[in-house]
């Protein structure tokens, strides 16, 4: 299992820390180092700003949005920091939910999301490929366009840059059931959200069918600390708002997903409380077990032991959110 360091997006502003990570992540032999995006930061400018300061460290999106760009503006996107890094590129890629996509993207969020999914990555499939003109006749992408309010006058074009790598790995961030079988069948890897290695029994009929080297790359926070309670917080209040805020009341795909993993009603609590403003009960309602379960927070002695678990399942990139430098020295450690 090799290890990534996951920077998330900024929030009010950029972190003075993040750089700094990166680097000693490179330098304790992190396979990767992974930048995000919601409504604010974007995941390609942070990263590329990483790939300048780096050498060997690979760089990934978890997740760049589709909503927030055209797959042909993503696959250029993808492959001129390809070039830019010699080869380190990891295209991870997320739908999000209809929150986010129709209010900061203004565009409808799609009816079918699989479909909408597959289309965007042959697109850029074709883009990295250069075989030939990028054509789709597609329901949600469409090239050329061909909709009623177009002139007809488009034409299938061929990337005028050759990227580096055609094969250049594509990885999608999926929740449901669904989503995660496509994801086997047309990506080259997995982002899972809210790992648990104590909960893999779901996934191993879609994982039974994954090719050879497919990746399966959750994200966990980490922190070596001696009281694991207080280690939990920063976890709990990330679910707090990912469970109570990121959806609307009618839909949640992260509380939907919270549900499957066994806590269905502890959820339901969570959202009520949030989207009725009392935002700290809803964190305080988080159940430390399930908290802990995704988390790798404790003593160091813990944190080993925690770890062979991840290691013994079908991880094969572990994507920690981690604070600090000793806790990145530590599980380069315990993983060696």
């Known amino acids: 299992m090799r290890l990534g360091l996951a920077l998330g997006y900024w ?32 995941a390609f400018t942070a990263l590329t700003w990483i790939a300048a300061h780096t050498s060997t460290i690979r760089l990934g999106t978890a997740v760049a949005q ?5 797959p042909t503006a993503t696959a250029m996107h993808a492959l001129t920091l390809d070039h830019l890094s010699g ?14 996509v129709e209010g900061w993207y203004g565009r409808p969020f799609p ?8 289309e965007y990555v042959d697109v850029v499939r074709q883009v990295l490929r250069r075989e030939a003109p990028v ?14 309010d177009g002139t007809g006058l488009g034409k299938p074009l061929r990337s005028v840059t ?21 994801t086997v069948r047309i990506a080259d890897g997995w982002l899972p959200l809210y790992w648990s290695p104590e909960r893999t029994g779901g996934y191993a009929a879609a994982l039974a069918d994954a090719p050879d080297g497919f990746l399966v790359a959750p994200m966990a926070q980490a922190r070596v600390c001696d009281d694991v309670g207080e280690g939990l917080l920063p976890v709990k209040a990330m ?19 919270m549900g499957r993993m066994g806590y269905e009603e502890e959820a339901r609590r969570i959202r009520e409380l949030f989207l009725s403003g009392r935002r700290e009960e809803a964190v305080r309602a988080v159940p430390d077990a399930f908290a802990d379960e995704i988390a ?24 920690v959110l981690a604070p600090d430098v000793p806790t990145l020295r530590a599980l380069a450690e315990l993983n060696s």
């Open 11 to 42: 929030g009010q502003g950029p972190s003075p820390d993040h750089l700094a990570l990166a680097r000693e992540a490179e330098r304790l032999g992190y396979h990767s180092v992974w930048t995000a995006e919601s409504w604010g930061s974007d």
């Open 66 to 70: 589709m909503a927030a760009r055209s």
């Open 87 to 100: 080869g380190r590129m990891l295209l991870g890629l997320g739908l999000s939910g209809p929150q986010v």
């Open 111 to 118: 009816s079918s999301p699989l479909t909408a999914t597959r």
């Open 135 to 148: 054509r789709l006749d597609g329901r949600f992408h469409s090239l050329p366009y061909r909709g009623p």
């Open 162 to 182: 050759h990227p580096l790598r055609a094969d250049l790995p594509v990885l999608l961030g999926a929740e449901g059931p669904k989503n995660i079988a496509q």
């Open 239 to 257: 679910l707090g708002f990912y469970i109570g805020g990121m959806g609307a009341a009618s839909r949640n795909f992260h509380a939907e997903l």
């Open 296 to 319: 790798l927070v404790g003593p160091r002695r813990r944190i080993a032991r925690r770890l062979a678990a991840w290691r013994d399942g079908p991880v094969t990139d572990l994507l």
